[in-house]
């Protein structure tokens, strides 16, 4: 959904200099802070775990690298509406409740979970069903992924946005 993620290309490193020579998607993966103000916003880069909020630190590192190998393609870059927001939860999810164990996969506890009141599918069956996918193949599978995992398909940077009040981002770059 456009609210919590986009494709910049002209994003700078710190020193002005582009960041990369392709377009960079940025998604948000904290659901508990403010969106980043229109304009320029400042995030250091290679925050890795500093730009995780709950408990997961590098399982959370490893487990949105993860993620992305696994879903990206299908879900978010190619898939509905709804597969694309379920991804955006399963990132929030990972990025404030995951601590590195199956049981703080939940789609139906913690901090982040489907609700009636979402703003973009609210109680949509489609979005519940592609969400809770996501959570089970989340809660088989990352408590086995090392915390070293990091994606070998895609080049992904989390950053910790300079601001705390606001949202901390992933940013991808498809090039391996």
């Not at 802070?33 to 730009?51: E, H, I, R, V």
Request: aromatic fraction near 12%; hydrophobic fraction near 40%; proline fraction near 7%.
């Amino acid at each position: 959904h456009p609210t919590y993620s986009l494709t910049s290309t002209n994003l700078q490193d710190g020193n002005g200099q582009p960041y990369s020579d392709l377009p960079v998607l940025l998604i948000c993966i904290d659901h508990g802070t403010g969106l980043p103000p229109d304009g320029q916003t400042s995030f250091l880069s290679g925050a890795g775990a500093g730009a995780i909020r709950g408990p997961g630190g590098a399982a959370s590192v490893a487990a949105v690298h993860w993620l992305v190998d696994q879903y990206y393609l299908s879900y978010y870059k190619n898939g509905t509406g709804q597969q694309q927001r379920a991804f955006q939860y399963a990132l929030w999810e990972l990025g404030n409740d995951y601590n590195g164990t199956a049981a703080s996969i939940s789609f139906t506890a913690g901090f982040v979970r489907p609700s009636p009141a979402d703003v973009v599918f609210p109680g949509d069956a489609t979005f519940i069903s592609a969400y809770q996918t996501l959570y089970q193949a989340m809660a088989a599978a990352l408590p086995s992924v090392p915390l070293s995992y990091r994606s070998t398909t895609f080049t992904l940077d989390l950053f910790n946005n300079v601001d705390p009040t606001l949202q901390s981002m992933v940013a991808l770059v498809e090039r391996a």
